[in-house]
Nanobody, 117 residues
Framework: QVQLVESGGGLVQAGGSLRLSCAAS???????MGWYRQAPGGQRELVATISPAGSSRTYVGSVKGRFTISRDNAKNTVYLQLNSLKPEDTGVYYC???????????WGQGTQVTVSS
């Protein structure tokens, strides 16, 4: 099973930027990949997805124009660039992959993003 390890989170002021990385232990070149986030006390939500070749991307409305998902299949890594951060972007960010048409149900440890006002 592919292991996913997220990194790059931190504490940043509103308006700042972060770049999250998700390193996979095996090739993910055939998988749709996604980034989720879970705010304190909230449910995990899907914020961005990217197709296997990177040609198609989707975003939840609240992050459109501020976040950018990308991937480097040669490095088995997916990225999420977070710009113009807002306090409501605070949460734990997780990456995941689609396998057989469904999102995998196991999760990594995530990476904490905290945006101060």
């Amino acid at each position: 099973q592919v292991q996913l390890v997220e990194s790059g989170g931190g504490l940043v002021q509103a308006g700042g930027s972060l770049r999250l990385s998700c390193a996979a232990s095996k090739s993910i070149e055939v998988n749709i990949m996604g980034w989720y986030r879970q705010a304190p006390g909230g449910q995990r939500e899907l914020v961005a997805t990217i197709s296997p070749a990177g040609s198609s991307r989707t975003y939840v409305g609240s992050v459109k124009g501020r976040f950018t998902i990308s991937r480097d299949n040669a490095k088995n890594t997916v990225y999420l660039q977070l710009n113009s951060l807002k306090p409501e972007d605070t949460g734990v960010y997780y990456c995941n992959l689609r396998d057989g048409g469904v999102w995998r149900t196991s999760w990594g440890q995530g990476t904490q993003v905290t945006v101060s006002s």
